[in-house]
T-cell receptor, first 110, second 113 residues
Framework: GQQLNQSPQSMFIQEGEDVSMNCTSS?????WLWYKQDPGEGPVLLIA?????ELTSNGRLTAQFGITRKDSFLNISASIPSDVGIYFC??????????FGPGTRLSVLP | KAGVTQTPRYLIKTRGQQVTLSCSPI?????VSWYQQTPGQGLQFLFE???????NKGNFPGRFSGRQFSNSRSEMNVSTLELGDSALYLC????????????FGDGTRLSIL
C-alpha cells in the first residue's frame, strides 16, 4: 500500500533556529496535510495543500506541495520552545483515505 | 466552536473483554474517521463513517467495528481484546470527508492488561 517517509526522524535545535523537514512517497498524492501532536493530545492541523507547487504559510510555518506530487516540505522559522512536538504529514488521493507518515520529533533547546 | 470530543480519555481492560469508545464530531461535521496510534505502527486508519454508513475501512480484523448515529456521533467497538490492542484511539471529523482536512480529538488511551 501507499507509504510516507518523513525525514528527519528526530531533530534537536536551538531556540531561534529555522527548521526544515520533509515527507516523501513513491506514490502521487492530490492533497498534503501537516499536523503537530503534543504529548497526550490529538494531532492539530497546521497547513493543508491542494495543488502541486503550492506554497502556504501559517504564521512562522511554511509548507510546500512538491512539484512531482510525491513530496511535501515544512519549514518553521525562528523556533520557540512551544514548537516542541511531533510533526506528521498526511497524503490523500481522491476516493481513498489519508495516509500518515511516521512523524518527525522536534526538540527545541533553550 | 467545540472541537472533537472523545470519551473516555483513559481505559484499562483485560484480555478477552470488549470496549466501546465514543466520539462527538465538530458540530456540522458529518464524516467521522477512526485511527489507531501506536509507537511501532504510527497512525493507522480503521474506518470512516458518513451519514450513518461505513464508507471506508482499513486493514483491521473484524473485532474492530463502529457505527454512526443520526446526530453524527460515532462509537467504536473492539471485542475480544488482545494485548496488542493497547493504543491511542483517535477520532477525526470533517464536513463531508472526501479529501477535506480532518480535525482530531485528543483520543482515548486504551491499555490492555
Amino acid at each position: 500500500g501507499q507509504q510516507l517517509n518523513q525525514s528527519p526522524q528526530s531533530m534537536f535545535i536551538q531556540e531561534g533556529e529555522d527548521v526544515s523537514m520533509n515527507c516523501t512517497s513513491s506514490s502521487i498524492f492530490n492533497t498534503w496535510l501537516w499536523y503537530k501532536q503534543d504529548p497526550g493530545e490529538g494531532p492539530v492541523l497546521l497547513i493543508a495543500l491542494y495543488k502541486a507547487g503550492e506554497l502556504t504559510s501559517n504564521g512562522r510555518l511554511t509548507a510546500q506541495f512538491g512539484i512531482t506530487r510525491k513530496d511535501s516540505f515544512l519549514n518553521i522559522s525562528a523556533s520557540i520552545p512551544s514548537d516542541v512536538g511531533i510533526y506528521f504529514c498526511a497524503g490523500l488521493n481522491y476516493g481513498q483515505n489519508f495516509v500518515f507518515g511516521p512523524g518527525t520529533r522536534l526538540s527545541v533547546l533553550p | 466552536k467545540a472541537g472533537v470530543t472523545q470519551t473516555p480519555r483513559y481505559l484499562i481492560k483485560t484480555r478477552g473483554q470488549q470496549v466501546t469508545l465514543s466520539c462527538s464530531p465538530i458540530s456540522g461535521h458529518r464524516s467521522v474517521s477512526w485511527y489507531q496510534q501506536t509507537p511501532g505502527q504510527g497512525l493507522q486508519f480503521l474506518f470512516e463513517y458518513f451519514s450513518e454508513t461505513q464508507r471506508n475501512k482499513g486493514n483491521f480484523p473484524g473485532r474492530f467495528s463502529g457505527r454512526q448515529f443520526s446526530n453524527s456521533r460515532s462509537e467504536m467497538n473492539v471485542s475480544t481484546l488482545e494485548l496488542g490492542d493497547s493504543a491511542l484511539y483517535l477520532c477525526a471529523s470533517s464536513l463531508a470527508g472526501t479529501g477535506e482536512p480532518q480535525h482530531f480529538g485528543d483520543g482515548t488511551r486504551l491499555s490492555i492488561l
